[in-house]
């Protein structure tokens, strides 16, 4: 008598083999530089459209009424004038910048509050990477200025230095 063994062949069952595929060098790199090539598109989203502050500087055309010898030289109370101009830049590639209306700009000497402009009325808005510039006036009426910092005031300006301090 023989055995079923010997008409079937046997079944040796097998380890179960992980279903794992492998890359090749070429698609491992192409992968990493897509991957990378996302993380920077995203980066660059964020930096464009996220809560970036615009680009705001103020540069001092003129200056009025803190003459040495006429304005500075008699009386301690003062009447300057600034004229200024407003730079609102926007450094991004497809969104504007702007300043918000009711913004006013403060001038002091050496912590001494000399003058004020009056609020804007608008927004100042920049389009995408350019720039916009828009004059303002600060003015003081009898500011008085301590009697050593008025000294002080009067030297700087005869020697033409204009340690002056904007705030927006």
Request: charged fraction near 20%; aromatic fraction near 8%.
């Amino acid at each position: 008598m023989r055995s079923t063994q010997d008409h079937h062949p046997s079944v040796v069952p097998q380890p179960a083999v992980e279903a794992r595929r492998r890359y090749s060098r070429c698609e491992c790199c192409w992968l990493w530089c897509v991957g990378l090539t996302a993380m920077a598109a995203v980066c660059f989203f964020l930096d464009q459209t996220q809560g970036m502050t615009p680009y705001f500087s103020i540069a001092i055309n003129s200056v009025s009424g803190l003459a040495p010898a006429t304005d500075l030289g008699r009386r301690s109370a003062v009447d300057p004038e600034f004229n200024l101009t407003l730079r609102v830049a926007s450094h991004k590639l497809w969104a504007s910048e702007c300043a918000k209306p009711d913004m006013y700009v403060d001038v002091f000497y050496r912590g001494i509050f000399l003058a004020a402009s009056v609020t804007t009325a608008e927004e100042i808005c920049a389009r995408p990477k350019k720039a916009v510039d828009r004059p303002i006036i600060a003015r003081g009426i009898g500011v008085v200025v301590p009697g050593p910092m008025l000294d002080s005031l009067a030297g700087d300006m005869r020697r033409g230095v204009q340690a002056f301090d904007v705030m927006l």
